[in-house]
């Protein structure tokens, strides 16, 4: 059973945009919703009067001054006065949080065109301004001095990790090179630079250790950027720029803030967004042509490969050393360099992830492109997976 058999709606991204990810010195949040606001109207061939609703993601945390964004994007034009528009922060996940939100105003039968939104600017404030602030999202930390911030955590559960498992140092370096090569090809990568295994593998003076075992390689950068989206009820109009994506299903799974009620390897709530998401779209794993996830650290990605059934629990470098995940493999995860390369400006990411899908699934991503593909699936998370979203895009 697929979404629009359950719900008897048609869910179509529509249009599109992107901007570059990355130290953005000359932009402001307000510019960059603006801008890519205004192209994803444009692309999916309607005018701005047509949009009945508007979703932004955004998690901020006192990283900008201005923490009341939600009508930033009605900047687009005059007719956008009086639109509904919502800020949605679910930490890292507020980029997918706002488009889940889209995507049930279209089924409850509100609205037929949804603007989604996912916007971030984090470089102009200091390492310890944004420690502190994504910190935010951790229930033990939230408030307190730390010296590895976010890393510290998920270098906690790669300890974990390696405890149960063994060693996984070298693992984590070939996913950071897979995804550092991927990014090359990505025009919009804040990172567009292919490292080698060997130098992502090997701590030296330009690949610290940030909070072992995790080396700076191993972590996302900090990014300004903003991605968008139209969601669509029905049909996409015939102006629409580039083919639509059908969106096939859908899940959210939260899971307890404490980290003493969570199972640090389980990701229990990303495993309940994904067994959901496919169960709405009526398919297995092995019908996906390709996967974008949440590798704010690459021991996030190691986790996914099993969350996600790609491989048992505990055997995650299968999916490394038998080549599962690269371009030619079983399931690519990443083409477009993923957090690790593309950048992570937070609320922005979500978004972000299904534009780069929606243009493999219409044959628009250039030198990312993946013949072929038909059928993939995002999946982001906040926090160290305490809220969880995947979504599974078709071609139509």
């Not at 109207?41 to 009945?52: C, F, M, S, V």
């Not at 065109?113 to 602030?133: P, R, Y």
């Not at 935010?136 to 270098?155: D, I, M, N, Q, R």
Request: glycine share 12%.
């Amino acid at each position: 059973m697929s979404l629009k058999e359950e719900f008897g709606t048609d869910i179509l991204l529509t249009g599109w945009s992107h901007s570059p990810f990355g130290k953005l010195a000359d932009q402001t949040l307000e510019s960059l919703i603006v801008t890519v606001a205004a192209e994803a109207i444009t692309n999916a061939g309607l005018e701005p009067g047509q949009i009945d609703e508007i979703y932004l993601g955004q998690f901020n945390s006192g990283l900008v001054p201005l923490a009341f964004a939600s009508s930033l994007a009605l900047q687009v034009a005059d007719e956008l006065a009086n639109v509904p528009a919502t800020r949605v922060e679910n930490a890292c996940a507020s980029g997918s949080a706002a488009f889940q939100q889209g995507a049930k105003a279209l089924l409850a039968g509100t609205a037929r065109n949804v603007l989604v939104i996912g916007a971030e600017k984090m470089t102009h404030a200091g390492a310890d301004a944004v420690g502190a602030a994504l910190l935010g999202a951790a229930y033990e930390t939230a408030g307190k001095a730390s010296t590895t911030g976010f890393a510290g955590l998920f270098a906690e559960t790669a300890r974990h990790y390696e405890k149960q498992y063994g060693e996984i140092g070298d693992v984590l370096g070939s996913i950071a090179a897979k995804n550092h090569r991927n990014g090359v090809a990505n025009p919009y990568a804040q990172l567009r630079r292919d490292l080698g295994e060997e130098f992502c593998r090997t701590v030296s003076e330009k690949n610290p250790v940030v909070a072992d075992p995790l080396r700076r390689t191993d972590c996302s950068p900090v990014s300004d950027g903003a991605a968008a989206l139209v969601l669509t009820a029905g049909t996409a109009a015939a102006s629409a720029a580039t083919a639509p994506v059908r969106l096939a299903g859908f899940g959210q799974a939260n899971d307890f803030l404490p980290a003493a009620k969570r199972d640090p390897l389980e990701f229990a709530g990303s495993r309940a967004a994904w067994a959901r998401a496919l169960g709405m779209a009526g398919i297995g794993l092995d019908e996906l042509d390709l996967a974008e996830v949440h590798d704010c650290f690459t021991i996030a990605e190691l986790i996914m490969y099993e969350v996600m059934g790609l491989t048992e629990r505990g055997q995650g470098r299968r999916a490394i050393e038998e080549g599962l995940v690269y371009r030619d493999g079983r399931l690519p995860v990443n083409l477009s360099g993923g957090l690790k390369a593309k950048g992570h400006p937070v609320g922005a990411t979500g978004v972000s992830q299904h534009v780069v899908t929606a243009m493999q699934l219409t044959g628009t991503a250039g030198e990312m492109q993946l013949p072929g593909a038909r059928r993939a699936a995002v999946h982001n998370m906040g926090g160290l997976a305490v809220a969880n979203y995947v979504s599974v895009l078709e071609a139509v």
